[in-house]
């Protein structure tokens, strides 16, 4: 994964020195492909049960993303192969400078939990084409490379051990496999690379108990054909019947994938934003543009307000630590989700947004106020069409004072500083599911002679 101004990396398109980028932003978005026009008329691979494999995933909300590589010892983004052009002969012997301490992925899986974080999905092989697992396919992996372990399965146990469900990210596209840029274009390449491909994702899917999310990404240089993607489906979902996949494999999966902005999904389509803490997705020492908790929070909270899932990645050192930044924030998330994941797990679609101190969830008739600019001594919501019974602070469970006409709802009494950081909630009891039209009070309210 690979993060630009414009769209969340380029994919590659042709062959040559002079090759074409593509957005792969229309990937994420939803694109077109000649398999997934199939779905209208015949089912595709996990139709039938979708709905109770995605229930877990649907409550969760909230994830950890783990990108982790050979790129980790380096420190200069996860595309440091690509972008700088190192030949795969010069690249190839980092993995022999790749040494993960012991105890990294406990440690991660520990934040994640810390976090309030209900899943983890870790980079099982990147586009650099090495593998985190032990496989019988290549030596190019972590056994038979610098660690001399399967860091793949020591993060499974990690995650097991603090009760996060466990996803594997897995690139179709690799800069190393000698067929893996010839499949284009040559028939023979094609099926060596594809059973390669295939052979991997079965030994992911079978070696390491069971597996909820498989997470592809860059289906460069082949279509869902050319991928035998539906093929591929089948064999993950009879090897794990109740994983959910995305959508990647230019199949349209189980959800959607935005990419480094949140867009929700329509018709009810799952989706999930997955987005960096600082502008890398990989490990890069000289990324020091990190977000803070307040925006973390406020991103979390647009995904749930939707519907969708939050995929907060971070990117470990060579050695496995995270850095201290990250660890910094996931911790102040920590702490706020401590007190008010109860507003974020399992909630419920909110069709309440506007205000331009606060954003929404809801669960039921309950809904939750969070206040990201703090105004002091009242806050208000236009609009909002059906009666409040009773309102609170999440943080200390004080009562909030509130009066309430046809045209606005005005909670009152409110401490000079904000009760709770980085964002303060407060929880409205409504009597009928909360909604709000603002158009009613610009046609309706009274307004004043010239």
């Known amino acids: 994964m690979k993060t630009i101004d414009w769209s969340r990396r380029d994919v590659l398109k042709g062959t040559g020195a002079s090759l074409l980028a593509l957005s792969s932003g229309a990937q994420a978005a939803g694109f077109q492909n000649t398999q997934a026009g199939k779905e209208n008329s015949a089912p595709l691979p996990g139709d039938s049960n979708r709905t109770e494999r995605m229930r877990w995933w649907k409550a969760a909300r909230f994830g950890m993303f783990i990108h982790f590589g050979v790129y980790s010892t380096i420190g200069r983004h996860e595309w440091v192969m690509e972008d ?4 795969v002969s ?63 399965r020591e993060y499974v146990e990690a995650a097991r051990a603090e009760g996060l469900r466990v996803g594997f990210y897995y690139s179709l596209m690799d800069w190393r496999h000698p067929d893996g840029a010839p499949c284009a274009t040559n028939e023979e390449s094609r099926k060596r690379f594809v059973e390669y491909t295939h052979g991997l994702i079965r030994e992911l899917m079978t070696n390491y108990g069971k597996i909820d999310v498989l997470w592809y990404d860059v289906a460069w240089p082949l279509d869902a054909d050319g991928w035998e993607s539906v093929r591929m489906n089948e064999m993950v979902f009879q090897l794990q019947p109740g994983i959910i996949v995305n959508n990647r494999n230019k199949l349209p999966g189980d959800f959607s994938t935005p990419e480094q902005h949140i867009t929700a999904e329509t018709g009810g389509r799952a989706w999930e934003a997955c987005m960096t803490l600082n502008d890398s997705w990989g490990y890069q020492a000289a990324d020091d543009n990190w977000k803070a908790s307040k925006t973390v929070v406020r991103n979390l909270i647009s995904c749930v307000r939707d519907s969708g899932n939050y995929l907060l990645n971070v990117g470990p050192k060579g050695d496995g630590s995270i850095p201290e930044p990250s660890v910094r924030v996931l911790r102040e998330v920590g702490e706020w989700m401590a007190v008010n994941g109860h507003t974020i797990y399992d909630s419920d679609p909110c069709q309440v947004r506007r205000s331009n101190y606060a954003s929404f969830t809801r669960t039921g008739n309950t809904l939750y106020m969070h206040v990201h600019f703090w105004p002091g001594e009242y806050v208000a919501i236009a609009g909002l069409m059906t009666k409040v019974k009773s309102a609170k602070l999440v943080k200390t469970g ?19 500083a904000a009760p709770d950081y980085p964002i303060t909630t407060i929880a409205i009891e409504c009597e009928s599911e909360p909604t709000q039209d603002t158009d009613f009070v610009r046609k309706n309210k009274p307004r004043m002679g010239v």
């Open 90 to 152: 010069e690249y190839a012997p980092h993995a022999s400078t790749f040494h993960p301490q012991p105890g990294s992925a406990r440690a991660w899986a520990q934040l994640a939990r810390q976090a309030g974080m209900k899943y983890m999905v870790m980079t099982s092989k990147h586009h650099e084409g090495f593998c985190n697992f032990d496989t019988r396919l290549t030596n190019y992996c972590a056994p038979k490379q610098g660690p001399g372990r399967d860091l793949v």
């Open 398 to 416: 004080a009562a909030v004072p509130f009066n309430q006409d046809e045209f606005r709802v005005r909670f009152t009494d409110l401490p000079s």
């Open 84 to 87: 700088e052009g190192i030949p």
